[in-house]
Structure formats: structure tokens, C-alpha cells
């Protein structure tokens, strides 16, 4: 039987072409690693960019949200309106109207990733516009001539009896101050307020006009609609406060990242 010769006859043609073949080889696996390390950078900046984005929106909408509810759910609790005749108007509840004004172009972007808030941030709002209406209601319920005759009989009253230093000077603007006092239903004013001791002597006589029926009846609306923005209050924070733990644990934040102390 005879011997099969199974030489290869390499010639340079055939190395040619395999050289060519291990190139175009090598060139596509390179242009695919680039492509590939391009696209993981090009990750890496869109997550960064991202996450510095949720820090933002959870340092400037929701934190001074969760701060904002929560004192508003403490003073509502207490019943302290922090009301002020003078402007009609609450110093301490409020709208978020100013907060969304002033992060306009953040809170459009924090409400399209989160279309379900903004919606109960609304329903907030708008039962804060109706506490400070029937707020509003019951300043005009008490503040009436009668009262105004009353408060500057009260005064002389406490007057004529107080020491030369503890006098306190009657002015058209006394009532009004005092229509604040009974509504946010004040026993004692701080010692540093210049009523504090004819309040202390005098303020009793004044509050007797939350017991009329027509007040009574517009405290009893006033709590009411207090309890429900405090429900939706208290649900609200829990969402956002929610919110930020997800984010923050997603984006790995730290607390100075998000704190609103960083905003100083």
C-alpha cells in the first residue's frame, strides 16, 4: 500500500490571505471592545448625571416638603393657626405654591417621574385654601364693633389697676392682635410679649366668644377640615419620605447629598 503524502504547500499567497483573515478578525473584536467601552462610559455619565439630578430633586423638593408637612401636622395638632388678622392669612400653614415656584423648571421634572403626587400636593392645597377661608370666616364672626368696644373697655379696666410700668398703650390695631389670640384659642402669651400680663388678667374674658353657637359651630367646620389636611398630610410625608429612602438607596446618596443644610 502506498504512503498518502498529506504535505501543505504554503505558499505566500495562502499566508497572505490568512494574515488578512486574522486582521479583519482582530479589527472587528477591537471595534466591538470600543464600542462596548464606549457604551459602559457613556452609562456611567448618564448615571452620574442622573443621580446628581435625584439629588437635587431630593434635596430641593422633597426634603423641604417633608420639613413643610411636618411642621404644618405639628401646629394643626395643637390647633395653632399662627393666625394673623392683619393679612388674614396663617404665617406657618400654607400652599406649596412658593416651593413649586421657586424649583418650577425641578418639580416639573420631579412630578413627570412621579405623576401620583402632584395630585395630592393639589388636594393639600386646596384644603388649605379652605381652612384659611373658614379661618377667614371666623376672624369676621368675632372681630364685630362689640369686640372692638370690649377690648378697649378690658384695657382701661386692666389699666387702672396696673402698675405705671405694666399700663399698656390702647391703639386702633389692639383688637386685632387680641381676634388672632382668641382664635388660635390662647391661654398664656409669651412673657416676652407686651399683652403677656393683661392677657394673663384679661384674655379669659375675651375667649367667652368662642362659646357662642355661630363660633362654636365655625370652630367645630375649622377642626374638622384640620383633621383631614392632617390625614392627608401624614400620608403625603410617608410617600415622599418613601421616596427619598428609595432613592437614595438606588443612586447610593448620602445624607449630606440630600440634607437641606447643603443648601446653605
Known sequence: MGIINTTINITPEWVSAISSIVIAFSTFFMAIAAVLFGKRQLDEMRKEKERHKIAEISRKIIGPFISQLEDEIRLLKEKCYDWDHRIKNMRNIKEFVTLKEEEEV????????????????????????????????????????????????????????????????????????????VIDDLKQLPHTNVYHLFWTKMGEKLLEIREEPEVRSQIREICEISQRIIDLSSKLKNKLEGLRDSYSAEYYLTVEEISEKSLM
Open 106 to 181: 425641578l418639580y416639573g421634572d420631579f412630578c413627570k417621574r412621579n405623576t401620583e403626587i402632584p395630585k395630592e400636593v393639589e388636594t393639600h392645597d386646596k384644603e388649605i385654601r379652605k381652612l384659611r377661608k373658614k379661618l377667614t370666616e371666623l376672624d369676621e364672626l368675632i372681630y364685630t364693633p362689640e369686640f372692638i368696644s370690649k377690648c378697649k373697655k378690658l384695657v382701661e379696666e386692666f389699666n387702672e389697676k396696673a402698675k405705671e410700668n405694666k399700663k399698656i398703650h390702647y391703639g386702633d390695631y389692639c383688637p386685632g392682635y387680641f381676634v388672632s389670640y
